[in-house]
């Protein structure tokens, strides 16, 4: 019997249909992945599941009984746990604080005996934790663990994880998996959200496939492959794009920065004393985990950001505190990392395409509108938008906003080319079109600055990778001899690699 059966469930919002007629079960004591693209409609079949939406049509059985879950209290009482991406705890309580919460009501705890309870809890699950410690103190990683160890003390027996990973440095990627392997055995059944095939094939036991809203496919993961996963979340056999082998850049470096400074917007140190070089016809990649400094050093790299101190040159022409009108004469083109923050939703595809370059279609004081729409529609078609020049920025997709935000920038071909986190939220195909274009440039003989939390795209498309740690780079290393464990200790920061070279060589 499965301890969970979601049958024919629909779910719309507005005109868009996240789920349609979509069937999933899950088995006691399985590792059950729920695979496909962002948009896929993975996370809204979830969240009917832990009550946070209610679907229009469709039914949940649980052990054989049909249920009724209208609100996440609901699905606690029957055992149904979510820890989602964003964390809901507060910071300044400790770990024990944290779990008991909103289950336990009395204000007289005897505070010792919960944490021996919380602690006994941990042991119990595997899960490593000390119940003093105050959350606030914790690392992204162990604070999954809270997550994790509030819901199964509720008495959680399905457990639904929502892209666990996105947030974890590999070595924590590691851990998590060693828990989850630990609560099958105590037969805890987990729902794996992702949409990454080499975390699916290495933790699961059965896969669902969705692709715009649709169950394609439930199997045995030791059943199938990569490829075969692949072709149903896209449609197609195979994708991914890499950097083909080495690639000969040009002898000085596009941009040098060195000693470079910068505070956030509370005026607190952000970058301290950047030193790194990209190279035309190279892509240098810049990982790290959330909020090390990376968008200060977007910012600042293309004038939005003042730096407080140190050089940052050019084509060898010190730009320091350079606006961005100037950055982008002297030949560098940014990517923005909020594509909806980098258009004007109100204005047309054609005006946003020409926002950068105005003075080269103004006459007299007066724009010239033929000369902007057949401009938009070369770059409409030339970067495959699907929109025409006229149509509002606000009704494009996520993917085709990127693209053109993409075609604004690089069809200038600027020399620099900055580009924090340029597929965030996109899907597989919309990622696989942006990759390909930043690759273009750098055969085109640009210098790419790649900023990315995620660690594989840095590693599929960087020929060096540069690691940032409390604004700090902590390591620099070619991506011939990146190592996944190295790169892991790196970015949580608790190695430095030792008199390590700026990132110019």
């Known amino acids: 019997m499965h301890i969970v059966a979601m049958k024919a469930i629909t779910k719309r919002f507005g005109e868009v249909v996240a789920n349609h007629q979509v069937d999933f079960d899950l088995r006691q004591g399985e590792i059950h992945a729920l695979l496909g693209e962002n948009g896929a409609g993975k996370t809204t079949l979830m969240r009917i599941l832990y009550g946070l939406y209610r679907a229009d049509s469709g039914e949940i059985w649980m052990e054989g009984q049909l249920v009724q879950i209208h609100s996440p209290r609901d699905a606690i009482a029957l055992g149904i746990g979510m820890v989602t991406q964003h964390f809901a705890l507060v910071p300044p309580f400790s770990v024990a604080e944290n779990v008991i919460m909103g289950y336990r009501e009395s204000v007289n705890l005897d505070m010792k005996a919960v944490e021996d309870e919380v602690a006994a809890a941990a042991e119990r699950f595997g899960i490593a934790i000390d119940p003093r410690a105050q959350v606030r103190h914790l690392?992204?990683?162990?604070?999954?663990?809270?997550?994790?160890?509030?819901?199964?003390?509720?008495?959680?027996?399905?457990?639904?994880?929502?892209?666990?990973?996105?947030?974890?440095?590999?070595?924590?990627?590691?851990?998590?998996?060693?828990?989850?392997?630990?609560?099958?055995?105590?037969?805890?059944?987990?729902?794996?959200?992702?949409?990454?095939?080499?975390?699916?094939?290495?933790?699961?036991?059965?896969?669902?496939?969705?692709?715009?809203?649709?169950?394609?496919?439930?199997?045995?993961?030791?059943?199938?492959?990569?490829?075969?996963?692949?072709?149903?979340?896209?449609?197609?056999?195979?994708?991914?794009?890499?950097?083909q082998g080495k690639h000969e850049h040009s002898a000085q470096p596009v941009l040098q920065v060195s000693g470079l400074c910068a505070s956030d917007d509370l005026g607190l140190p952000a970058l301290k004393n950047i030193s790194l070089a990209v190279y035309g016809g190279e892509v240098l990649g810049i990982a790290g985990v959330g909020g090390n400094g990376q968008k200060e050093l977007a910012e600042t790299l293309c004038g939005i950001r003042q730096p407080t101190a140190g050089s940052l040159r050019v084509n060898g022409r010190e730009m320091r505190g350079a606006s961005p009108a100037e950055m982008s004469a002297a030949g560098v083109g940014r990517i923005p990392e909020d594509r909806h923050a980098g258009v004007v939703g109100e204005l047309s595809v054609a005006d946003n395409l020409v926002m950068e370059v105005l003075p080269r279609f103004t006459r007299y004081g007066v724009l010239d509108r033929k000369a902007i729409g057949q401009y938009a529609q070369e770059l409409i078609?030339?970067?495959?938008?699907?929109?025409?020049?006229?149509?509002?920025?606000?009704?494009?997709?996520?993917?085709?906003?990127?693209?053109?935000?993409?075609?604004?920038?690089?069809?200038?071909?600027?020399?620099?080319?900055?580009?924090?986190?340029?597929?965030?939220?996109?899907?597989?195909?919309?990622?696989?079109?942006?990759?390909?274009?930043?690759?273009?440039?750098?055969?085109?003989?640009?210098?790419?600055?790649?900023?990315?939390?995620?660690?594989?795209?840095?590693?599929?498309?960087?020929?060096?990778?540069?690691?940032?740690?409390?604004?700090?780079?902590?390591?620099?290393?070619?991506?011939?001899?990146?190592?996944?464990?190295?790169?892991?200790?790196w970015m949580s920061g608790a190695v430095k690699e030792e008199n390590h070279a700026p990132a110019e060589v």
């Open 139 to 243: 690392s992204v990683g162990q604070r999954q663990r809270v997550e994790i160890l509030k819901a199964l003390f509720r008495q959680a027996r399905v457990l639904i994880l929502d892209e666990p990973t996105a947030v974890l440095i590999p070595q924590e990627v590691d851990a998590l998996f060693e828990t989850l392997r630990g609560l099958r055995q105590q037969g805890i059944s987990v729902v794996f959200i992702s949409h990454k095939l080499n975390e699916v094939m290495a933790i699961s036991d059965r896969v669902t496939v969705l692709r715009d809203g649709q169950a394609i496919a439930t199997m045995d993961t030791a059943t199938t492959t990569p490829a075969e996963l692949a072709r149903m979340m896209v449609g197609r056999e195979t994708f991914g794009v890499t950097r």
């Open 381 to 489: 078609a030339q970067f495959q938008i699907k929109a025409r020049p006229e149509d509002k920025a606000r009704t494009l997709s996520g993917g085709n906003l990127q693209k053109v935000l993409l075609a604004r920038v690089l069809a200038n071909q600027p020399d620099l080319i900055i580009a924090p986190q340029p597929t965030r939220g996109l899907d597989v195909g919309a990622t696989e079109y942006v990759h390909q274009q930043l690759l273009a440039q750098r055969e085109r003989g640009a210098a790419v600055l790649l900023i990315s939390e995620d660690l594989d795209e840095i590693l599929a498309l960087s020929d060096r990778i540069a690691v940032i740690y409390e604004g700090e780079i902590v390591g620099v290393v070619s991506v011939e001899e990146a190592d996944i464990e190295r790169l892991g200790l």
